[in-house]
């Protein structure tokens, strides 16, 4: 299996500020890399996808890069409604694995 | 658009078989490149993958489940179904299905998830 790892587990930050979350894969994954947001109590919502693409609805302060084993995803202006849990999935192969989330919290 | 609804019992004893059904609407389980998985999250840990199945009903599933674990597709109803047989303590989570593009690799649309809960 493809281990996905995350950092930071967690993170303070306010309002504005840009932040930036990395996912390492213990393998390359080429770009096979997608990003979720999950707020307490709903399912997780696709933000990027293939490392860089944004999902249609996507606010365009979210951004995705890197390839093959080290990704980053970055919030370019902290909204309150993007304080949440981000998750990086992998989509190299099955069994497709995730990372074990960061959470933003309100500084 | 496409949406998809857990159901299935919420509270289910220890060795038990677990069955959860997933019904799509505004869409087609049959139709386009799309493979339909099962995905769970016990109560503040993190996203683990279940396994697939195939519009053509051909199925992949986590090696760590593998042998309890069975995904099939009712195409008359719309619906595809988890099959999670040997319950333990360890399999309580909240279950989602949710939608996975073949060209994509992704999870793109998901369910609202069923919390399941295993205890006699």
């Known amino acids: 299996d493809i281990q996905m790892t995350q950092s930071p587990s967690s993170l303070s930050a306010s309002v504005g500020d840009r932040v930036t979350i990395t996912c390492r894969a213990s393998q390359s994954i080429n770009k096979y890399l997608n990003w979720y947001q999950q707020k307490p109590g709903t399912a997780p919502k696709l933000l990027i996808y293939?490392?860089?693409s944004l999902q249609s609805g996507v606010p365009s302060r979210f951004s995705g890069s890197g390839s093959g084993t080290d990704f980053s995803l970055t919030i370019s202006s902290l909204q309150p409604e993007d304080f949440a849990t981000y998750y990086c999935?992998?989509?190299?192969?099955?069994?497709?694995?995730f990372g074990q989330g960061t959470k933003v919290e309100i500084k | 658009q496409v949406q998809l609804q857990e159901s299935g019992p919420g509270l289910v004893k220890p060795s038990q078989t677990l069955s959860l059904t997933c019904t799509v609407s505004?869409?087609?389980?049959?139709?386009?490149?799309?493979?339909w998985s099962w995905i769970r999250q016990p109560a503040g840990k993190g996203l683990e993958w279940i396994g697939r199945i195939y519009t053509s009903g051909s199925t992949n599933y986590n090696p760590a489940l593998k042998s309890r674990v069975t995904i099939s597709v009712d195409t008359s109803k719309n619906q595809f179904s988890l099959n999670l047989s040997s319950l333990t303590a360890a399999d309580t989570a909240v279950y989602y299905c949710a939608r996975d593009p073949d060209y994509e690799a992704t999870f793109d649309i998901w369910g609202q998830g069923t919390m399941v809960t295993v205890s006699s």
């Open positions: 293939a490392a860089s």
């Open positions: 505004g869409g087609s389980v049959s139709s386009g490149s799309y493979y």
């Open positions: 999935q992998q989509g190299y192969s099955t069994p497709r694995t």
